[in-house]
C-alpha cells in the first residue's frame, strides 16, 4: 500500500524561511548535553540574539535551538511560532506587493 505523505504545515514551513535568514552556528556537544552545550557556546563566545545554534550530539543526530531575547528554544517550536518571537519580525523578508486602492493610485 502507498504511503500517505504527512501535510507539511504552512505556518511552519514560512517559518523555516524565517529562520533560514538568521546567522548560525554549528558546533559539537562533547560530554555535555545538547542545551548545556549550547548555553555554554553562547556564554563563552558572547552571541546576541537573534542566532541558530546546530549542536551535532553524535554523528547521526543534530539538536537544533533558537537563541532569542527570551532564552533558548527549540527550533521546531520557534518555526511553528514565529510571529511570538519579536526578534524575527526584523529579520523576516517584508511582502513587497501593495496591496488595495494604493497600487493603483502609485501607477497612474
Known amino acids: 500500500m502507498a504511503r500517505k505523505r504527512k501535510r507539511k504545515s504552512r505556518r511552519r514551513q514560512e517559518g523555516r524561511k524565517i529562520l533560514e535568514l538568521v546567522p ?6 562533547g560530554e555535555d548535553k545538547p542545551v548545556t552545550a549550547a548555553r555554554k557556546f553562547i556564554a563563552s563566545q558572547g552571541i546576541t540574539p537573534p542566532a541558530v545554534l546546530v ?7 543534530t539538536d537544533r535551538y533558537f537563541w532569542a531575547e527570551k532564552g ?8 511553528e511560532n514565529h510571529f511570538l ?4 519580525r526584523t529579520v523576516a523578508p517584508h511582502n513587497t506587493q501593495a496591496k488595495g486602492p494604493t497600487s493603483t493610485a502609485l501607477s497612474q
Request: proline share 4%.
Open 55 to 61: 549542536v551535532r550530539r553524535n554523528e547521526h543526530t
Open 85 to 88: 518571537f519579536p526578534s524575527l
Open 72 to 79: 533558548l528554544f527549540g527550533a521546531q517550536y520557534v518555526e
Open 24 to 29: 548560525q552556528y554549528n558546533l559539537e556537544s
